[in-house]
């Protein structure tokens, strides 16, 4: 099994910024995707940005150049830095990593509220 611990939501004004962290641990192979994904109160869940072991990244158009994906191979984690953030942007934000030999993994999210 793979755990996920999430860290770094919170209360953040218009136009402020956060840094989400996601580490995976447990019986681990090798990851091949890590990512973040959000879900707004009464909408579906929505990627915001994967990263594969290779290094290539997707974002979501909503959030192209003010978020910022990384990853930590070696540690098995993955970041998500927030920039100039919008009360658009608040939503349960969730860490997910595809395993090698093992299957898809979710975090349990983390309340990320943008409001003045």
């Known amino acids: 099994q793979v755990q996920l611990v999430e860290s770094g939501g919170g209360l953040v004004q218009p136009g402020g910024s956060l840094r989400l962290s996601c580490a995976a641990s447990?019986?681990?192979?090798?990851?091949?995707?890590m990512g973040w994904y959000r879900q707004a109160p009464g909408k579906e869940r929505e990627l915001v940005a994967t990263?594969?072991?290779?290094?290539?990244?997707k974002y979501a158009d909503s959030v192209k150049g003010r978020f910022t994906i990384s990853r930590e191979n070696a540690q098995n984690t993955v970041h998500l830095q927030m920039n100039s953030l919008k009360p658009e942007d608040t939503a349960v934000y969730y860490c997910?990593?595809?395993?090698?030999?093992?299957?898809?993994?979710w975090g349990k999210g983390t309340l990320v509220t943008v409001s003045s």
């Open positions: 447990g019986s681990i192979f090798s990851i091949k995707t």
């Open positions: 997910n990593v595809e395993v090698t030999r093992s299957g898809n993994y």
């Open positions: 990263i594969t072991s290779g290094g290539n990244i």
